[in-house]
């Protein structure tokens, strides 16, 4: 292979998408020849250079502005609101798992209750009959453990990611003079985390940078999104510490809407009068 | 976005906060100037929730966001008169700085100004698809739908952009005077032979 043909296949060999084991020809010329070598180190530091430069972070305002055309198009009467298919879309495997246990118990005991009755009886329970009721106390107790098993490994797994992310929270959250790239990565953790535990520990690291327009933003934007209840008033209170007066409009909204819980309204009234 | 093209429209929001960061950067580099990057920004998500119902499950969402991108940023320079000329890099830098163009500033001696600046004077279409072929969550299949080329043309522009950037780039330190102690020619490619 000449070296023009590896020139041409220099920037695949940059990629980061090709595979190892790709132009296996153009790759063993290019250990031998410092000519094509050059060529490839110094595409490849203009690469890794382009890489390198930061990644701007746009003003608060896109967001502000992307959430009020959000909200225009949605008072449009254009579509339902996400949280009934949100709820309908989450799935508990200990949901689905309890029930199926269930009836499968019932139809267990049914079948042996079957077989242990006697074609007649005069009251007394046999023999036969009290060992089977014990067999079935003991499949209840078994189906029981199963079902909390199944749920606590769930809940593990659920925890495992969610504990990291929480460290890289609180990594974000020690920097005194934290970049706006940081505080938009908490803005997002707030925003998207599954995880409440770690979207309560987000609004904890932002606290201290409320008076940055940037969080300020994020925050509000957060909080007609919010479901759980205990993070809602986390950012209730937030907004109101932070004596944001755009967030009365949002805050006059929650509390009048008699969808959401009574103890978030009851905050949002008590940061309205505060603001 | 099928969420959101069957009438969730929240899902929009969730869309926005995964991906307004990168699309942000992407403008910004490809046009020089934070402003505009956030109002064509602004418009791709306009323009994302107005033609929700045309959106189909046949791609990667974020193959159709770049591609919604490169259409407003094109109506956007229709709209400007003035070609996107180089820019000042401290546009590119997260406070945002509205001093004149960076031909003016090619003698900085930050390599990461240098390197704006030979961004900005790279042929727009040069500077988009190697902006987007950096994207690592964009396949060149993806990237050639975006451009509207095959794969193969989509591959060798992207190459050829990154060759002339590294040629601009070259010639810029080799311009830089004198007196302020010039780098050499190499001293950003002075770390020796790489072998993939």
């Not at chain 1, 502000?64 to 225009?72: D, G, I, R, V």
């Not at chain 2, 043309?153 to 952009?161: G, M, N, Q, S, T």
Request: aromatic share 6%; net charge neutral.
């Amino acid at each position: 292979m000449n070296c023009q043909s590896v020139r041409d296949l220099l920037p695949d060999l940059l990629d980061n998408r090709t595979a190892a084991t790709t132009h296996l020809e153009a790759r063993a010329h290019l250990a031998r020849c410092p000519d094509c070598q050059r060529e490839f180190a110094e595409l490849s530091q203009a690469a890794q250079a382009l890489d390198a430069i930061p990644t701007p972070v746009p003003s608060p305002q896109l967001r502000t502005n992307f959430y009020t055309m959000l909200e225009a198009e949605k008072q449009a009467g254009v579509a339902p609101s996400r949280r009934e298919p949100r709820a309908r879309r989450r799935l508990h495997w200990g949901w689905i798992l309890s029930p199926l246990a269930a009836c499968a118990l019932v139809a267990l005991g049914f079948a042996l209750g079957h077989r242990a009755t006697p074609a007649v009886s005069r009251g007394e329970p046999s023999a036969e009959s009290i060992a089977m009721q014990a067999e079935l106390k003991k499949l209840r107790a078994d189906v029981n453990k199963m079902t909390t098993a199944v749920a606590y490994t769930l809940f593990q797994q659920q925890q495992g990611p969610a504990n990291e992310r929480l460290r890289e929270i609180l990594v974000a959250a020690k920097a005194e003079n934290p970049s706006d790239k940081i505080l938009d990565d908490l803005v997002l953790a707030l925003t998207l985390d599954p995880s409440a535990n770690v979207r309560l520990r987000a609004i904890e690291a932002l606290y201290p940078h409320a008076e940055r327009e940037l969080v300020r933003a994020g925050v509000l934007a957060a909080l007609p999104r919010e479901q759980n209840p205990l993070v809602q008033i986390e950012l209730i209170d937030f907004v109101a510490a932070a004596q944001d007066p755009n967030a009365a409009p949002v805050l006059a909204k929650m509390a009048d809407d008699e969808a959401i819980n009574t103890s978030v309204r009851d905050a949002a009234k008590m940061a309205l009068a505060q603001l | 976005m099928l969420a959101v093209r069957d009438g969730e429209l929240d899902a929009l929001g969730e869309l926005f906060e995964r991906h307004h960061g990168p699309l942000f950067g992407f403008l910004v580099k490809l046009t020089g100037n934070r402003s505009a990057a956030e109002d064509i920004a602004q418009t791709v998500f306009q323009r994302m929730l107005k033609y929700r119902h045309t959106y189909r499950d046949d791609g990667s969402f974020t193959a159709w966001m770049y591609h919604l991108a490169r259409r407003c940023a094109a109506d956007h320079f229709r709209k400007s008169s003035a070609a996107p000329h180089a820019t000042d890099p401290a546009d590119l830098s997260d406070h945002a700085d509205e001093t004149p163009h960076a031909a003016h500033h090619a003698t900085t001696r930050d390599d990461h100004a240098l390197l704006h600046t030979a961004l900005a004077q790279l042929d727009r279409d040069a500077r988009e698809v190697l902006l987007l072929s950096r994207f690592q969550e964009l396949s060149f299949a993806e990237i050639s739908g975006i451009l509207e080329c095959s794969v193969g043309a989509a591959k060798v522009r992207a190459h050829r952009a990154l060759r002339e950037l590294r040629d601009i780039y070259l010639r810029l330190l080799a311009q830089g005077p004198k007196d302020q102690g010039t780098k050499g020619p190499n001293d950003l490619f002075s770390r020796g032979p790489v072998v993939p």
